[in-house]
C-alpha cells in the first residue's frame, strides 16, 4: 500500500520560503513522477510542479515560474518543493502525489486523475 506524507507548510510573511517535503513508501519510488498539487478554499486541486522519476523533466505552472522548486532524493524516497517569494495567493493546501505508471516523463501540464495516490495535504498559508 503506496503511502505519502508531506510536511514542512505553515504560516508565512508575503515575500518569505517554505520547503514542503513529501516521503513516499510502498512503491518503488525511483521508477515513478511525482508531481505537488494545490487546493484552495472553493477551488480546484490544480498542478503546481512536477517531476519525472529520473528527475530530468520539471514542469511547473505559470504563476510559480522561477519561484518554486521541485526536486527529489530517490535514495530517500523523497520529493520537495522549495517555494521562494510566496504571495497570498499562494495560500492553500498542499498536496504531494505519486504518478499511476511507472517510467513517465512530466515535462508538461497533467491532470490530476493521472495521479494514483495523494497524502494528507500541508496547509500553506502566506499572510501579513
Known amino acids: 500500500q503506496v503511502q505519502l506524507v508531506e510536511s514542512g507548510g505553515g504560516l508565512v510573511q508575503p515575500g518569505g520560503s517554505l520547503r514542503l517535503s513529501c516521503v513516499v513508501s510502498?512503491?518503488?519510488?525511483?521508477?515513478?513522477?511525482m508531481g505537488w498539487f494545490r487546493q484552495a478554499p472553493g477551488k480546484e486541486r490544480t498542478l503546481v510542479a512536477s517531476i519525472s522519476w529520473n528527475a530530468m523533466n520539471t514542469y511547473y505552472v505559470d504563476s510559480v515560474k522561477g519561484r518554486f522548486t521541485i526536486s527529489r532524493d530517490n535514495a530517500k524516497n523523497m520529493v520537495y518543493l522549495q517555494m521562494n517569494s510566496l504571495e497570498l495567493e499562494d495560500t492553500a493546501v498542499y498536496y504531494c502525489?505519486?504518478?499511476?505508471?511507472?517510467?513517465?516523463?512530466?515535462?508538461?501540464?497533467?491532470?490530476?486523475?493521472?495521479?494514483?495516490?495523494w497524502g494528507q495535504g500541508t496547509q500553506v498559508t502566506v499572510s501579513a
Open positions: 502525489a505519486i504518478h499511476r505508471r511507472p517510467f513517465t516523463v512530466l515535462n508538461g501540464a497533467r491532470d490530476r486523475t493521472e495521479f494514483g495516490s
Open positions: 510502498g512503491r518503488t519510488f525511483s521508477r515513478y513522477g
